[in-house]
């Protein structure tokens, strides 16, 4: 894989994008998108550019009241690297570098989550703990007694009143009224 270089600044510009007239074009229930396309649409004019990226900053503070109320006007800055990407970020947030990852990192990580079961495996055999098997076995082992003896309590105790015997029915405590004939 070719290694990205880092990307010269070449523009830097502030900017104050008005948004309310974009805004009354649409639904209430549309604007904060509309807001964003508008962003971009200005910064795309005004800088040349065909990829414009909204930073966070920017983006959480246009949908900041909702999608139904966003900001009337924005203040920006742009940059503009050699390859003609622009970036828009709100005027004084903290600039964030981008992040340089390398490959040993994750590869370190696996070769640890490797060795790691490995290491349990032979402290467990020469300590003369119990394999990670039967610890589990005798974990359901000990769930299963636990239900056992719950159940066994529930049924000694009871939750609701004795029924009441047969013979008192709805009809024996208030008797019909006689039929007429």
Request: proline share 7%; charged share 40%; glycine share 4%.
């Amino acid at each position: 894989m070719a290694k990205e270089e880092s990307s010269k600044v070449v523009l830097e510009r502030t900017y104050t994008i008005p948004l309310s007239r974009e805004l009354l074009k649409v639904p209430a229930y549309k604007k904060a998108k509309k807001a964003v396309r508008t962003v971009q649409a200005f910064i795309r004019k005004h800088m040349k550019a065909e990829k414009v990226l909204v930073g966070q900053h920017l983006n959480m503070k246009l949908w900041e009241h909702g999608i139904k109320n966003p900001p009337k006007n924005i203040k920006v800055t742009t940059t503009k690297d050699d390859k003609g990407v622009v970036r828009v970020e709100l005027f004084g947030a903290p600039k964030e570098e981008p992040k340089k990852e390398s490959k040993v990192k994750p590869a370190k990580k696996i070769v640890e989550a490797e060795a790691k079961p490995l290491e349990e495996a032979v402290a467990g055999k020469a300590g003369g703990e119990k394999p990670k098997e039967a610890k589990e076995e005798e974990a359901e082992k000990d769930e299963k007694e636990d239900i056992a003896e719950q159940k066994k309590e529930l049924s000694q105790t009871h939750h609701h009143a004795p029924k009441q015997p047969k013979e008192a029915h709805f009809e024996d405590i208030h008797p019909r009224a006689p039929k007429h004939q």
